[in-house]
T-cell receptor, first 117, second 116 residues
Framework: AQSVTQLDSQVPVFEEAPVELRCNYS??????LFWYVQYPNQGLQLLLK??????LVESINGFEAEFNKSQTSFHLRKPSVHISDTAEYFC???????????????FGKGTHLIIQP | GAVVSQHPSRVICKSGTSVKIECRSL??????MFWYRQFPKQSLMLMAT?????????EQGVEKDKFLINHASLTLSTLTVTSAHPEDSSFYIC????????????FGPGTRLTVL
């Protein structure tokens, strides 16, 4: 079984400032790691994922996350945030297998990123 | 991308009645769909994995006779909450797994169920 901890339920940040959203996981097996974003009144969207290879993964809108196996972490960062980044961010894991996503996900409780002008 | 819809978006029902929620992949076929449940200020909890043409696989603690899942086609999975009670009130979210070029789950917008 896996578990995901997002310690910060809410993170307020000024526009153009950097941000880090923390995610730690616990698992007895190897896992795949994901970050999802949920904008107001919309469904979850995949932001980025780590399946294998380079431990630093990037999204098209400037976010990045680094898989740290020794610290069992997958923190999400962005060097400069925008008002449009205001959303709920969920970290998730799934058991490493052949699917790379065809397994049910275990989610953290989410972090509400609030961008202040 | 890929689009997943859910219907209805909101439903209110009386205790003891059954409610059906539909999850559709609009522009792709999905052999695997998932159903999640989210309580206020809590994370999404996986309820079951729905496989087209076969029985759903339920997570531990989820009553399969309470939450009936049918995946009759490659674009439709349904979740029926039978004999609903107030404690079943929640936000239900489905996802569909797309393999071709994506290998990821696409999520529906969710259904808010309120049982009076």
């Amino acid at each position: 079984a896996q578990s995901v901890t997002q310690l910060d339920s809410q993170v307020p940040v000024f526009e153009e400032a950097p941000v880090e959203l923390r995610c730690n996981y616990s698992s007895s097996v190897s896992v795949y790691l994901f970050w999802y974003v949920q904008y107001p009144n919309q469904g979850l969207q995949l932001l980025l994922k780590y399946l294998s290879g380079s431990t630093l993964v990037e999204s098209i809108n400037g976010f990045e996350a680094e898989f740290n196996k020794s610290q069992t972490s997958f923190h999400l960062r962005k060097p400069s945030v925008h008002i449009s980044d205001t959303a709920e961010y969920f970290c998730a894991v799934s058991e490493r297998g052949s699917g790379g996503g065809a397994d049910g996900l275990t989610f953290g409780k989410g972090t509400h990123l609030i961008i202040q002008p | 991308g890929a689009v997943v819809s859910q219907h209805p978006s909101r439903v209110i029902c009386k205790s003891g009645t059954s409610v059906k929620i539909e999850c559709r992949s609009l522009d792709f076929q999905a052999t695997t769909m998932f159903w999640y449940r989210q309580f206020p200020k809590q994370s999404l909890m996986l309820m079951a994995t729905s496989n087209e043409g076969s029985k759903a696989t339920y997570e531990q603690g989820v009553e399969k006779d309470k939450f009936l899942i049918n995946h009759a086609s490659l674009t439709l999975s349904t979740l029926t909450v039978t004999s609903a009670h107030p404690e079943d009130s929640s936000f239900y979210i489905c996802s569909a797994y797309k393999t071709s070029g994506y290998n990821e789950q696409f999520f529906g917008p969710g259904t808010r169920l309120t049982v009076l």
